[in-house]
């Protein structure tokens, strides 16, 4: 437990931090800033399955391994997307998502 702090309070800044990602996410068009929108949203969720562990399970370690799996995933997630993005770069210059539609055919 952190000392001055209650979970009401972190739970809150999360929240805020999982609300901003999924706006971002939806009102963005270029893919840097929907993949920054996704990676609040995954740190979020990691920090919550953290805060909610240390203290209402202080004797266990579930919510700590649930956010290490979380920022592996983020960490694949991420390489995964810059490689898309770089090469969709290179072919039509552009990361805006209404360019991506020339990649379907």
């Not at 609040?40 to 990691?46: D, P």
């Not at 562990?53 to 694949?76: E, H, M, R, T």
């Amino acid at each position: 437990m952190i000392p001055g702090i209650s979970i009401a309070e972190i739970l809150t800044v999360t929240s805020i931090l999982f609300f901003i990602g999924v706006y971002g996410f939806i009102t963005r068009t270029n893919l840097i800033s929907i993949l920054i929108s996704v990676e609040l949203i995954l740190n979020a969720s990691a920090i919550n399955f953290v805060v909610i562990n240390k203290y209402l399970y202080p004797d266990v370690l579930q919510g700590v391994v649930y956010s290490i799996f979380i920022i592996a995933v983020a960490a694949a997630e991420t390489a995964l997307a810059v490689s898309i993005i770089i090469n969709l770069y290179r072919q039509i210059n552009s990361v805006e998502v209404k360019d991506t539609e020339t990649m379907k055919y």
